[in-house]
């Protein structure tokens, strides 16, 4: 069983929980486009929601903030490759130092929107349940032909359940390397083949085992699929949301005050 | 639906999750930190073989289309296919492919698993060169130098890591999927 909180369902009747999957599909897509163009005004009215729906969900903070470690060096050498190497000429001390006004500016921008991409995606996962989410991507690929929506729908639901378990094998595997000095191997040929091998065999075993679970509850992708139509009152948030990025992005929010037409 | 094709349509799917994952192991190294994302890209299609490791990328691809940050680097989002980095996206796929089907139809050897291999990561720039340079006006100088050069010495080390974790999985791996390798 996964530890971690990132990607991974938690049962619950919060009003995140109940939200219809294919509405909460849109927003966290609407989300996770227009967040890429947000600057701090619209990312500090967006930290704002994610706040509120961590509430609303009532997400565990503690395990949450443990799997934020793994996201911690990720987006610090993010923050300084970024800070650093940006080709600006407003040094903060001296020009020997390349850390200039315009990089930190940029790197904090660039941390703060992967942060909230991140934390409405684990708000996404963890109250959306796979089935739901299965349904929903169906529904969503139907229209399209030559695609087997239900196949992909379930190859899509298994990857997301396979990644909060291969994340804690890594982390299991990683502890064990440690305490048997395996991470001061310099060859980095052997660190790869040391972390890579026990994922991959732990992996496999728990794919085993879900393509016979699979195979026993005798799976097949041609059932049609029966979805209710999408409830009038789960898309009224999901319009509300999509409005809010959308007035949150600095094309719209010109257009208003002015500097730029309204039909650009 | 039978056990054999559910098994591979899972092992695809699990794929797709450590392609994922690979976006986020970084192993620190010189000039720039590898991330192990295109080292299970090759082992997709060294394992799996062409068809199902160019399906299990195309899945990583949707999910990382839909929203979720799968990305290297944390990101996700439809954008960023457009973008600058978005070459690189589909030359795993077409990565996958090939280096799926080069070892398809060679015999299982070293030497053919490190042409895959080889022939695999160069594909992946063919397609992400150009494109960087498209998308961002550069020149081919620039835009190798930017999206090829500092990415040789980890992409030398992942092949290489493929070619010795697909050698020693292959057994194992036939062994569950029952696939009658090439003589």
């Not at chain 1, 940006?86 to 929107?113: F, K, N, Q, Y």
């Not at chain 2, 954008?79 to 077409?94: E, R, S, V």
């Amino acid at each position: 069983m996964a530890h971690r909180i990132g990607f991974h369902f938690h049962p619950g009747s919060s009003p995140l929980h109940r939200w219809d999957a294919r509405c909460k599909f849109f927003a966290m897509m609407a989300l996770t486009i227009g967040l890429f163009k947000m600057q701090f005004p619209g990312l500090t009215l967006f930290t704002l929601v994610m706040v509120l729906g961590f509430t609303v969900s009532r997400l565990p903070l503690r395990p949450f903030l443990r799997d934020c470690r793994t996201w911690a060096y990720l987006l610090t050498a993010i923050f300084l490759l970024q800070a650093l190497f940006h080709p600006s000429t407003d040094h903060v001390w001296t020009s020997s130092v390349p850390l200039t006004w315009t990089g930190l500016e940029l790197a904090t921008l660039t941390c703060w929107r992967l942060l909230l991409v991140l934390c409405f995606a684990t708000l996404f996962t963890f109250t959306t349940r796979p089935k739901d989410l299965q349904d929903a991507i169906t529904w969503l690929l139907s229209p399209i032909p030559f695609i087997p929506a239900r196949r992909v729908a379930l190859m899509v639901t298994l990857m997301l359940r396979f990644l909060p378990l291969i994340m804690d094998q890594a982390d299991e595997v990683r502890m064990a390397m440690k305490s048997r000095m395996g991470g001061d191997r310099k060859n980095p040929l052997r660190k790869i083949k040391g972390m890579a091998l026990p994922i991959f065999r732990k992996s496999l075993a728990r794919a085993d085992e879900l393509a016979l679970a699979l195979s026993a509850r005798g799976y097949r992708d041609d059932l049609p699929l029966r979805l209710p139509p999408v409830p009038g009152k789960h898309l009224l948030p999901t319009v509300a949301l999509a409005l809010l990025v959308l007035c949150s992005t600095p094309l719209v929010t010109e257009a208003i005050a002015g500097k730029l037409p309204l039909w650009f | 639906m039978s056990t054999d094709h559910l098994q591979r349509i899972v092992y695809a799917s699990l794929f797709s999750a450590l392609i994922a994952v690979g976006a986020y192991i970084h192993i620190p190294m010189v000039p720039v930190p590898i991330v192990l994302q295109n080292f299970f890209v090759l082992l997709a299609g060294l394992l799996l073989g062409s068809r199902w490791a160019f399906i299990s990328v195309c899945i990583y691809l949707l999910v990382g289309a839909l929203g979720l940050p799968v990305f290297s680097g944390g990101r996700g989002g439809l954008g960023h296919f457009l973008g600058p980095t978005g070459g690189y996206l589909f030359g795993f796929a077409l990565s996958a492919y090939v280096c799926g089907w080069i070892s398809e139809r060679t015999r299982d050897t070293v030497m053919f698993s490190v042409a895959a291999v080889t022939v695999a990561s160069l594909t992946v720039y063919a397609i992400g060169v150009p494109w960087l340079k498209m998308v961002t006006q550069m020149d081919w100088q620039r835009a190798a130098l930017l999206g090829m050069v500092p990415f040789l010495v980890g992409d030398v080390l992942k092949a290489a890591a493929a070619v010795v974790v697909a050698k020693a999985l292959r057994p194992m791996f036939n062994r569950r999927l029952r696939i009658a390798t090439p003589a």
